[in-house]
């Protein structure tokens, strides 16, 4: 069951007294998982314009909702404007809080859905392109649809982390490829070297992740032995990598 528990202009102190009765009435102790996804703050900055009390309070909320036993997913925090309405240090303390979620999120919560990395609407401005925003405080559909992959990442990461298998490497003399699968939609590069890790193949986007990954890398020596390692990482940061390989190019010339 997924229910969508809000109210307009509710800010974190609110929501975190009406939680009992609003959010904790849907937990099921007969189900698998009950996970509380929380998002606020944006209309706690705007009342009360204070990013440390901001950030308290939605410690908080979440510590509630993990006591009464979910599994919680904390959220960033997007740009907004508002002509007129809106303190000046509303963008400067955004970013505060999103720093102190993203540096201490494990201590309150279970997860993570850092909406705010994504460039389509995290971004100071992005709330102004009405492809994304309903108008400079709120997200259209196609806003939400950022969101909801960034939301699923982080319970399946709670779920079942992200993880990295079946990797092998197809030399040739002067580059190879190298294969590998993850559980999860994720990035994919190598790292590489004679001895140590010295070079990494180009990271490709989180945002367009797969599940079968292959990653090439170049300007290696003919008949030389390489280290690599693969590496994957999800929409939300989490990172996956794999244990040190060795391949060796070809072109050995036989005398």
């Not at 705007?46 to 979440?62: G, S």
């Not at 993990?66 to 960033?76: D, E, L």
């Not at 309903?134 to 982080?154: D, F, I, M, R």
């Not at 290696?220 to 939300?236: E, I, K």
Request: proline share 3%; glycine share 6%; charged share 15%.
């Amino acid at each position: 069951d997924i229910k969508n528990i809000g109210g307009p202009g509710a800010e974190t102190s609110a929501r975190n007294t009406d939680a009992p009765l609003s959010t904790d009435q849907y937990y099921g102790s007969l189900r698998a998982n009950n996970f509380a996804v929380l998002w606020e703050i944006t209309n706690d900055l705007k009342i009360n314009q204070n990013a440390t009390n901001a950030y308290n309070r939605y410690v908080t909320w979440t510590q509630g909702r993990r006591a009464a036993g979910f599994k919680v997913i904390s959220m960033t925090v997007l740009p907004r404007s508002e002509a007129g309405s809106l303190y000046a240090g509303f963008e400067a303390d955004r970013q505060t809080v999103n720093a102190l979620i993203r540096n201490n999120w494990r201590t309150f919560s279970d997860g993570l859905a850092d909406i705010a990395l994504d460039k389509r609407i995290g971004d100071q401005g992005d709330q102004s392109d009405t492809t994304y925003y309903a108008e400079t405080v709120h997200l259209n559909n196609a806003g939400y649809s950022v969101v909801a992959p960034y939301v699923v990442a982080a319970i399946n990461q709670v779920i079942s982390p992200l993880a990295i298998s079946t990797v092998s490497a197809q030399p040739n003399d002067t580059s190879a490829t190298i294969t590998f699968s993850t559980n999860q939609l994720a990035s994919e590069y190598v790292n590489f070297g004679l001895s140590s890790y010295t070079a990494s193949s180009t990271e490709t986007s989180t945002t367009t992740g797969v599940t079968n990954h292959q990653a090439s890398i170049a300007g290696l020596t003919p008949c030389t032995t390489y280290h690599y390692q693969a590496v994957s990482r999800d929409l939300n940061g989490n990172m996956a990598t794999s244990s040190d390989s060795t391949f060796v190019t070809t072109g050995c010339v036989v005398s």
